[in-house]
């Protein structure tokens, strides 16, 4: 089946550093891919859709100019958590859909753990 | 807006024991259900599916049946392993054009031999 990957697994920075988190279609070109961030016993909570070679879409509420995305390539998706503090400790999920698939075909990464201290 | 709400976990059952993770909904017009699973270490994987109303979703001897009257997909399976324990999410996808999901909360589930 379809890979998607995600690295690091799990990262530690200083408040005021920037983290960068990718997100790599292994074994198929996906022109979406989304990313979720996930808070303790929550649900996973939609942060950006990015489409490849054209801007992302933010939600509401999440800082674009924090949470910078970029979607360089058919395989490969970026986040970079700018100036992170504590409270953007986390989990982020991306996850890639397959540019010719059916509707409903969304592949999920295994997540970062960002720790911010 | 649409929202998916799921019992809390952790549910612990024995092995061989009969499975209900409950699951309702609020959306507009006919949202696309969805279990997914998320075994430890891995990412999430589609378990099933349902796209309209009475369609019941089904893989690996779980089911869950679109249940518009009560916005409901309750997730059952009537003898549960030791290897169906991870995490379940219901998610939605809503009737207009965006792709993106919903997530429930999740619900743990852990099997004891």
């Known amino acids: 089946g379809a890979v998607v990957s995600q690295h690091p697994s799990w990262v530690i920075c200083k408040s005021g550093t920037s983290v960068k988190i990718e997100c790599r279609s292994l074994?198929?070109?996906?022109?979406?891919m989304f990313w979720y961030r996930q808070f303790p016993k929550q649900s996973l909570m939609l942060m950006a859709t990015?489409?490849?070679?054209?801007?992302?879409?933010?939600e509401q509420g999440v800082e674009k100019d924090k949470f910078l995305i970029n979607h360089a390539s058919l395989t490969l998706s970026t986040l970079t958590v700018t100036s992170a503090h504590p409270e953007d400790s986390s989990f982020y999920i991306c996850?890639?859909?397959?540019?010719?698939?059916?509707?409903?075909?969304?592949?999920f990464g295994p997540g970062t753990r960002l720790t911010v201290t | 807006g649409d929202s998916v709400t799921q019992m809390e976990g952790p549910v612990t059952l024995s092995e061989e024991a009969f499975l209900t993770i409950n699951c309702t909904y609020t959306?507009?017009?006919?949202?696309?259900l969805f279990w997914y699973v998320q075994y430890p270490g891995e990412g999430l994987q589609l378990l099933l599916k349902?796209?309209?109303?009475?369609d019941k979703g089904s893989n690996k001897g779980f089911e869950a049946t679109y249940r518009k009257e009560t916005t409901s997909f309750h997730l059952e399976k009537g003898s549960v392993q030791v290897s169906d324990s991870a995490v379940y999410f219901c998610?939605?996808?809503?009737?207009?054009?965006?792709?993106?999901?919903?997530f429930g909360s999740g619900t743990r589930l852990q099997v004891q031999p």
């Open positions: 349902a796209t309209k109303a009475d």
């Open positions: 074994d198929f070109q996906a022109t979406t």
């Open positions: 990015s489409n490849e070679g054209s801007k992302a879409t933010y």
């Open positions: 996850s890639a859909r397959p540019g010719l698939a059916g509707e409903y075909e969304q592949y």
């Open positions: 998610a939605l996808k809503g009737w207009t054009g965006r792709r993106a999901l919903t």
């Open positions: 959306a507009t017009g006919y949202p696309s």
